[in-house]
């Protein structure tokens, strides 16, 4: 019965990672976005694997561009902010980072040109580090 059960959340957490893909294609198809459209999407990760959550992000910054929209995005994945940065440095644009950290002034940086200083930059070192001192 237990098996069943987690079946069932697994299959209900990937619908709700393909819904945020659904709900941006019946926006898009149905004219709803503007150059005065603003969209917010909360933990873009969640339910969607790392590949799809990467081409997520380049259709979304392709739309921006093309419409001229905003778009604001949470995250708590080192991964997300990287891919947010390669797109920066590929179109050679500004992509704002916003890091909040409780009891601290918010911290902005254009990704363009660097990494944010935040927990989730610094735990995906210390990974990294640990690992190296792993293998040699």
């Not at 944010?116 to 930059?121: C, R, Y």
């Not at 610094?122 to 640990?130: F, G, M, N, R, V």
Request: charged share 25%; net charge negative.
């Amino acid at each position: 019965r237990d098996l069943r059960m987690s079946r069932g959340l697994g299959d209900v957490y990937k619908r709700q990672g393909v819904k945020k893909i659904a709900i941006m294609d019946r926006l898009l198809a149905n004219g709803y976005l503007n150059t005065n459209s603003i969209i917010f999407i909360d933990e873009i990760e969640s339910a969607l694997h790392p590949k799809a959550v990467c081409q997520f992000l380049d259709m979304m910054d392709s739309i921006a561009n093309q419409m001229g929209l905003q778009i604001f995005i949470t995250s708590h994945s080192y991964f997300v902010i990287k891919k947010l940065r390669l797109i920066a440095m590929k179109k050679e644009h500004t992509v704002s980072c916003i890091s909040l950290n409780k009891g601290q002034e918010a911290q902005v940086c254009d990704l363009y040109h660097e990494m944010p200083d935040n927990s989730i930059i610094d735990t995906s070192i210390q990974l990294y580090e640990q690992e190296i001192e792993e293998v040699f």
